[in-house]
């Protein structure tokens, strides 16, 4: 079955570390995208790639990197420059073309700061 | 960012219908409205699109405006499993640039 794949689903780090989170499609979709979700607020835009080896800042990018070397994998990492990392982190992926219409989302990787 | 706006809460009845607001007043002539809801702690999850038509599924219905500055999303016979919180969003189709959600409107279904 196609679908989007987040891991893990819960992840705890200490402060001053860095963390990768996974996310990878099966879609075979051009776009992804990463959000942060803290409680009782909506979506905010982190980073999103349009086509592999090609990504941009979205409104909170600081203290984020990624990567799109794989058209199916676009990982996420905190850094210890992020000063408040303890979230919700979303992934998503749209394709491209006339009949691209939804965007799919992963289940999500709750990350906790300890 | 955020091209929509949305009441943040509204209540229902289970079994009567919800109609959940909209307004888009900037939306471009080739801008699709699009409705996603997220139950708690999952991630989103696609219900209905459409572009001047009204668009009607299995899971909802979807009122646009004459205008295309406002919307309504109906689900005609709420249940308790669509208390979620439910978000529109507008976008060009083809388009996979910035994916911007607002605040959405957190929706209790009451028993």
């Known amino acids: 079955d196609g679908g989007i794949t987040q891991s893990p689903k819960y992840l705890f780090r200490k402060e001053g570390q860095n963390v990768t989170l996974s996310c990878e499609q099966n879609?075979?979709?051009?776009?992804m995208y990463w959000y942060r979700q803290d409680p009782g607020q909506g979506l905010r835009l982190i980073y999103y790639?349009?086509?592999?080896?090609?990504?941009q800042k979205g409104d909170i990018a600081e203290g984020y990197s990624v990567s799109r070397e794989k058209k199916e994998s676009f990982p996420l990492t905190v850094t210890s420059a992020q000063k408040n990392p303890t979230a919700f982190y979303l992934c998503a992926s749209i394709g491209t073309g006339m009949w691209s219409t939804e965007a799919f989302f992963g289940q999500g990787t709750r990350l906790t700061v300890v | 960012d955020a091209k929509t706006t949305q009441p943040p809460s509204m209540d229902c009845a289970e079994g009567r219908a919800a109609n959940l607001p909209c307004n888009h007043s900037?939306?471009?002539?080739?801008?699709?409205v699009y409705w996603y809801r997220q139950i708690h702690s999952q991630g989103p999850q696609y219900i209905i699109h459409?572009?001047?038509n009204n668009e009607t599924n299995e899971m909802a219905s979807l009122i646009i405006t004459e205008d295309r500055k406002s919307s309504t999303l109906i689900l005609p016979h709420a249940t308790l499993r669509d208390t979620a919180v439910y978000y529109c969003?507008?976008?060009?189709?083809?388009?996979?640039?910035?994916?911007?959600f607002g605040q959405g409107t957190t929706l209790q279904v009451k028993p």
């Open positions: 900037t939306i471009s002539g080739n801008e699709y």
């Open positions: 790639s349009q086509i592999v080896n090609d990504f």
């Open positions: 879609l075979n979709h051009d776009a």
């Open positions: 459409g572009l001047k």
């Open positions: 969003i507008v976008r060009v189709m083809s388009n996979t640039g910035k994916l911007i």
